[in-house]
């Protein structure tokens, strides 16, 4: 902008003549070349193939039973109990026992998975209030509409916490006990914290503030939701910390799942004590269900799955063979691009204009 | 300036523009094709990795919104990557803008995953910590890596076949000049003896002259190699057949870092 325009008229509008203004800036063209996409293909095969090796060996190290628990055994009297609605409030439980060939090395963690329960279901993901889960007091009061019906009991008091998700909320609990070789039965005991993200236990999810008011006073006013046994202030009796809204439990159920086949964290394995100390020790187990969530209305199943983990996560096979099959058809495919190349389009033979 | 792109060089260049090659029913039918695999691809890739596993801490990661950013994610590079493969020239306007809009992506998600944003609008940033506790995941980036190769690997592979069996004119010409590129730098050769009597005026006017350009163009790295097209250099030749009667002859230098 420095310079000056003496002359005027057509060309005194003419840009500078800087590399940037000209398009002249230097450029790097690349070029898809055989000395460079060959060895890239040849690569990739390669370091596919070393993924998917060390991949499969860790996922290998892994061990994970699951049980269905749906109507086996002793549970059919309870299957056949929840199908009808009246019975909600009789307490049923059952037994199921399995036997570990191996020991589970390490920590173990214990799910609970439902199959053919869709929570990625929009309607039923809407049905829920952030804000009133937030501990905002006003939507403690007025809930959402999104919440509908689940917003309001017939008596027009507000129900905390609102929605389809948090009414639905799996209610089966589960005790196992190990039965040693001596003929003892240990109870295995299983930590219920900390099996929430930590962003969601201290951000996303708070109860309203108390002031000096108890946690059932701050709920007056409200009540719990239609399919609820306890109100929500009340969801865990031994600890005050777990209660209200920042219940494990709720928390852990509330976090949608993506796909209608999943499991859920309940548990880890305690490794205060012996024989816990190493894990789970092979042998046999019993899992005493305390039966309350009804399958059949979504005709799926309930199934109890404990698993040990690596920095890989969980026993899934897939990652690790689809990266040898890639390694496998990369291969293939760099052959195939090396013969067409050696044959047609070596030094440019194709290059003529 | 007059005589300097290579339009003019070779106006073959122009017909297939003329003959409907870039895009007739037959290119649109091949981008549809390869949009189909790859949304299979970007879908069914992460739903198999995600389905039944768990974090390394044994918490959730086949939740709804983390499996929802993991698809997002694997979009991105792929047409990132994909970006790159169609782009021809790269300045440094590209390279900026290239990682920049990958960069702008994750300081936009982790922005709007972030704590603040779900405490003052509640309703509307819901995915509150998802970022935070799925990009921790070696096991979401083997993912991520994995759905690129499949997706990107394919395309790779069409576009160098048809250079070597149907090579169009662009490739022939970009192949042409990479031929002429690779003699050993030629030095700085004083005025070759002019053939021509009319020449572009502009290339002797008032310019400071492109010597710094030679000695140390910008965002240069050692070993890299730049074919650059001088046009304002000072033996400025241009050659074109029959249209213009000017003889220039361009000068194409390979420069190595010194």
């Known amino acids: 902008m420095g310079k000056d325009k003496t002359k005027s008229g057509p060309l005194a509008q003419r840009p500078d003549n800087s590399a940037f203004k000209q398009q002249r800036l230097p450029a790097w063209s690349p070029m898809l070349t055989a000395n460079t996409v060959l060895p890239f293909f040849y690569f990739m095969t390669l370091i596919c193939l070393l993924l998917g090796v060390w991949l499969l060996l860790t996922v290998q190290s892994t061990q994970e039973l699951k049980l269905d628990y749906t109507d086996a055994g002793d549970c059919k009297v309870c299957y056949e109990t929840r199908l009808n609605a009246s019975n909600a409030a009789q307490a049923c439980s059952c037994t199921k026992e399995f036997q570990l060939k191996k020991t589970f090395k390490g920590d173990v963690f214990f ?108 709920f007056n006013g409200t009540t719990k939701p239609p399919f609820w046994q306890k109100p929500v202030y009340d969801l865990d009796l031994l600890d005050p910390n777990n209660n209200g809204f920042i219940n494990d439990d709720l928390i852990v159920w509330m976090r949608e799942a993506a796909f209608p086949n999943f499991k859920k964290l309940y548990g880890v394995l305690n490794r205060m004590n012996k024989p816990f100390t190493n894990g789970l020790p092979a042998g046999n187990y019993t899992v005493k269900i305390s039966y309350n969530f009804p399958a059949q209305y979504f005709r799926g199943r309930k199934e109890v799955v404990l698993s040990t983990l690596t920095w890989f996560g969980g026993q899934n096979y897939f990652l690790p063979i689809a990266y040898l099959v890639t390694s496998g058809l990369t291969l293939l495919l760099a052959i195939m691009l090396t013969v067409v190349w050696w044959k047609f389009g070596k ?7 | 300036v007059d005589c300097q792109s290579e339009s ?79 782009t021809y020239y790269w300045t440094a306007v590209n390279q900026f803008f290239m990682w920049g809009s990958l960069a702008a992506y994750f300081a936009v998600s982790f922005t709007m995953y972030s704590n603040g944003m779900f405490l003052i609008f509640t ?21 991520i890596f994995l759905a690129s190769l499949l997706c990107l690997l394919p395309v790779v592979a069409f ?45 002797f006017s008032h310019a400071q002259g492109y010597g710094n350009l030679v000695t ?5 790295s050692p070993g890299q190699t730049f074919t650059l097209k001088l046009s304002q250099y000072s033996n400025w030749w241009c050659f074109l057949a029959d249209e213009c009667r000017c003889h220039c002859e361009s000068v194409h230098m390979n420069i190595y870092r010194i």
């Open chain 1, 111 to 218: 799910y609970y998975g439902l199959r053919n329960f869709h929570q990625n279901l929009r309607r039923y993901m809407d049905s829920r209030d952030d804000a009133q889960m937030v501990g905002r007091k006003k939507s403690l009061k007025t809930p959402s509409s999104y919440c509908q019906p689940f917003a309001n009991d017939p008596d027009g008091r507000p129900i905390a916490p609102c929605g389809a998700v948090a009414n639905s909320i799996f209610n089966d609990s589960f005790t196992l006990t190990y039965h040693g070789s001596s003929g003892s039965t240990i109870p295995v005991p299983l930590l219920r914290k900390g099996i929430t993200w930590y962003t969601d236990k201290n951000i996303k999810y708070r109860n309203p503030t108390t002031e000096n008011l108890t946690l059932a006073q701050v």
């Open chain 1, 347 to 353: 030094n440019g033979k194709n290059m003529e204009e």
């Open chain 2, 8 to 86: 003019f060089r070779y106006p073959q260049l122009y017909s297939p523009g003329q003959q409907n090659l870039y895009f007739n029913k037959k290119v649109f039918v091949r981008c549809m094709m390869h949009s189909w695999y790859s949304s299979l691809i970007l879908f069914f890739i992460p739903w198999a990795a995600m389905h039944d596993t768990v974090r390394d801490d044994g918490k959730d990661i086949a939740d709804y919104q983390s499996f929802a950013l993991l698809a997002q994610t694997c979009l991105l590079v792929v047409v990132s990557v994909q970006l790159c493969l169609d």
């Open chain 2, 123 to 143: 309703s509307a940033f819901p995915f509150v910590g998802v970022a935070r506790n799925s990009l921790n995941q070696p096991n979401v980036w083997l993912t």
């Open chain 2, 159 to 203: 576009r160098f076949i048809l250079i070597q069996l149907r090579p169009t004119i662009n490739d022939k010409l970009r192949h042409k000049v990479q031929m002429e590129a690779l003699p050993a730098p030629a030095p700085r050769r004083p005025p070759p003896r002019r053939i021509s009597t009319r020449r572009s005026g502009y290339a």
């Open chain 2, 216 to 220: 140390s163009p910008p965002g240069w």
